[in-house]
Nanobody
Framework: QMQLAESGGGLVQPGGSLRVSCSVS????????MAWFRQAPGKEREFVAG????????YHADSVKGRFTISRDNTKDTVYLQMNSLKVEDTAVYYC?????????????????????WGQGTQVTVSS
């Protein structure tokens, strides 16, 4: 069973930056899709950013476009989410997710049920 492990969450001031990482336990996993979702207290889980591992094409939610960037390092089997210009409303638990399917339709990345593998989540708190 493939496992995902997030790291890098923490407390940051508004306007600051943070990078969260997700490492994949299966080193043969290189042809599917990965993404980050987040869930704030009392709110629905929402898509943040995704990447198709076959060609590196990325997708970002409008709420984070221009501030967050998803990237991958295939040599380290790791996906990153670089978060800049953080806002209080970015406070949430951030989940790394993966699917062995390579999705070519952007809509699939917005659906949590598109991804069969989930990490345990890492807390990101933006507060002064």
């Amino acid at each position: 069973q493939m496992q995902l492990a997030e790291s890098g969450g923490g407390l940051v001031q508004p306007g600051g930056s943070l990078r969260v990482s997700c490492s994949v336990s299966d080193r043969t996993f290189d042809g599917g899709s990965m993404a980050w979702f987040r869930q704030a207290p009392g709110k629905e889980r929402e898509f943040v950013a995704g990447v198709r591992l076959t060609d590196g094409i990325t997708y970002h939610a409008d709420s984070v476009k221009g501030r967050f960037t998803i990237s991958r390092d295939n040599t380290k089997d790791t996906v990153y989410l670089q978060m800049n210009s953080l806002k209080v409303e970015d406070t949430a638990v951030y989940y790394c997710v993966a699917s062995k399917r390579a999705y070519y339709n952007r809509a699939y990345y917005y659906r949590s049920d598109s991804f069969e593998y989930w990490g345990q989540g890492t807390q990101v708190t933006v507060s002064s």
